[in-house]
């Protein structure tokens, strides 16, 4: 028999989301006995590119009301959007499918929808497009694609919705939310034996705000602390720097990008992180309560609604309110409510989803 070729078409610098959903359905593909291939597609597009990759991050942190301005560009603009990626990228693409002769392309960029669509059309390739949603709640109009053969989305909500905006109901699928294996599923209610353990995630994209929040996160009595940065090197430079000169206590931790985020996980308690759909996620299957505190503008707007209205956890984006939040529900039982609430969660693993459905039709 002969192995079938699979291209993920993903991001690296746009998040840890893009990273973690593509890792999650290349492994359960491989598992399956395809050869896969992630194609990170911006550097594709030459300096252009690889501007607009590099500066997610410093923009989301340091300049997030430029960030929303391009979000919403490309929220009430798609179709503009999608030809400039497709006029940009169609040369340097078209080389890499070419060389991979995939027998199947998936995209879990929501830039890279439409464009690739056309493109695959316009040259006479019958190559089968997927394209896997990796958003929570209302997500952006770039990610729709009425001409993919396929659209995996992580919930009945966001099926429903785009089958209002006249997708075919043959070609979404709820597929769940695509998470990597070695997220430590908790299937009974974790229990608070001695200490509270709180893993913070990135809680803020403002400087400040994160370090506001974790000076007021350490008044609480009884507690221990990891803070990780991820890809947020001025944040992880910051927090360090304070750490050497003792501003931070001994029962905080300072994390830059780990490869282990699964042990811290399973050992929290409580999760303090923005509204990024990957880290919700996987905090509701390892079974840890949720505090949102804070968002991307435009992207994560509405996120934090999956965490309250499933009984996960809550909100909290301002700093000066975060200790009298987070005191008042873990001595009135309710942290406790949470941790229960949680592991009767129905997520599925949409990467073994996916990879099952590929098995059946290519």
Not at 63 to 69: D, I, Q, R, W
Not at 159 to 169: M, P
Not at 203 to 227: G, H, P, Q, Y
Not at 255 to 278: D, Q, R, V, W, Y
């Given at each position: 028999?002969?192995?079938?070729?699979?291209?993920?078409?993903?991001?690296?610098?746009?998040?840890?989301?893009?990273?973690?959903?593509?890792?999650?359905?290349?492994?359960?593909?491989?598992?399956?006995?395809?050869?896969?291939?992630?194609?990170?597609?911006?550097?594709?597009?030459?300096?252009?590119?690889?501007?607009?990759?590099?500066?997610?991050?410093?923009?989301?942190?340091?300049?997030?009301?430029?960030?929303?301005?391009?979000?919403?560009?490309?929220?009430?603009?798609?179709?503009?959007?999608?030809?400039?990626?497709?006029?940009?990228?169609?040369?340097?693409?078209?080389?890499?499918?070419?060389?991979?002769?995939?027998?199947?392309?998936?995209?879990?960029?929501?830039?890279?929808?439409?464009?690739?669509?056309?493109?695959?059309?316009?040259?006479?390739?019958?190559?089968?497009?997927?394209?896997?949603?990796?958003?929570?709640?209302?997500?952006?109009?770039?990610?729709?694609?009425?001409?993919?053969?396929?659209?995996?989305?992580?919930?009945?909500?966001?099926?429903?919705?785009?089958?209002?905006?006249?997708?075919?109901?043959?070609?979404?699928?709820?597929?769940?939310?695509?998470?990597?294996?070695?997220?430590i599923v908790s299937s009974e209610p974790k229990k608070i034996e001695d200490k509270i353990r709180i893993l913070m995630v990135n809680t803020s994209t403002?400087?400040?705000?994160?370090?506001?929040?974790?000076?007021?996160?350490?008044?609480?009595?009884?507690?221990?602390?990891?803070?990780?940065?991820?890809?947020?090197?001025?944040?992880?430079?910051?927090?360090?720097?304070?750490?050497?000169?003792?501003?931070?206590?001994?029962?905080?931790?300072?994390?830059?990008?780990?490869?282990?985020?699964?042990?811290?996980?399973?050992?929290?308690?409580?999760?303090?992180?923005?509204?990024?759909?990957?880290?919700?996620?996987?905090?509701?299957?390892?079974?840890?309560?949720?505090?949102?505190?804070?968002?991307?503008?435009?992207?994560?707007?509405?996120?934090?609604?999956?965490?309250?209205?499933?009984?996960?956890?809550?909100?909290?984006?301002?700093?000066?309110?975060?200790?009298?939040?987070?005191?008042?529900?873990?001595?009135?039982?309710?942290?406790?409510?949470?941790?229960?609430?949680?592991?009767?969660?129905?997520?599925?693993?949409?990467?073994?989803?996916?990879?099952?459905?590929?098995?059946?039709?290519?």
């Amino acid at each position: 028999m002969i192995m079938k070729n699979v291209l993920i078409l993903t991001s690296i610098k746009t998040g840890s989301g893009h990273r973690s959903s593509s890792n999650a359905i290349e492994k359960k593909l491989i598992d399956a006995g395809y050869n896969t291939r992630q194609l990170d597609v911006f550097p594709l597009m030459g300096k252009m590119g690889d501007l607009m990759e590099n500066s997610y991050i410093p923009l989301t942190t340091r300049a997030p009301m430029v960030y929303y301005f391009c979000e919403r560009v490309s929220e009430y603009f798609p179709r503009f959007i999608h030809t400039e990626m497709y006029f940009r990228l169609k040369k340097n693409l078209l080389k890499e499918i070419r060389r991979f002769k995939p027998d199947l392309i998936i995209s879990v960029q929501c830039m890279f929808t439409q464009a690739i669509s056309y493109m695959l059309k316009r040259n006479k390739l019958k190559i089968p497009f997927y394209v896997g949603v990796i958003d929570l709640v209302d997500p952006p109009s770039v990610w729709r694609d009425k001409s993919a053969d396929m659209t995996f989305v992580p919930t009945d909500a966001i099926r429903n919705d785009y089958l209002e905006r006249g997708f075919s109901k043959d070609r979404v699928l709820v597929s769940g939310f695509p998470v990597r294996d070695d997220i430590i599923v908790s299937s009974e209610p974790k229990k608070i034996e001695d200490k509270i353990r709180i893993l913070m995630v990135n809680t803020s994209t403002d400087l400040n705000k994160n370090i506001a929040f974790l000076r007021e996160v350490c008044r609480l009595r009884n507690i221990s602390v990891d803070f990780i940065c991820g890809l947020d090197e001025h944040l992880h430079k910051k927090l360090t720097a304070m750490a050497r000169k003792g501003d931070i206590p001994d029962f905080v931790r300072i994390h830059g990008f780990i490869n282990n985020m699964n042990e811290f996980m399973a050992k929290s308690h409580i999760i303090l992180t923005k509204a990024g759909p990957n880290v919700i996620v996987e905090s509701v299957r390892s079974g840890t309560a949720i505090v949102i505190t804070g968002h991307i503008h435009g992207q994560e707007d509405n996120n934090y609604r999956y965490v309250v209205d499933n009984g996960y956890g809550l909100r909290c984006e301002d700093p000066e309110r975060i200790y009298d939040v987070l005191d008042d529900f873990i001595r009135t039982g309710r942290l406790q409510k949470y941790l229960e609430n949680i592991t009767r969660h129905e997520i599925g693993n949409g990467a073994e989803y996916i990879a099952n459905y590929v098995k059946m039709h290519i």
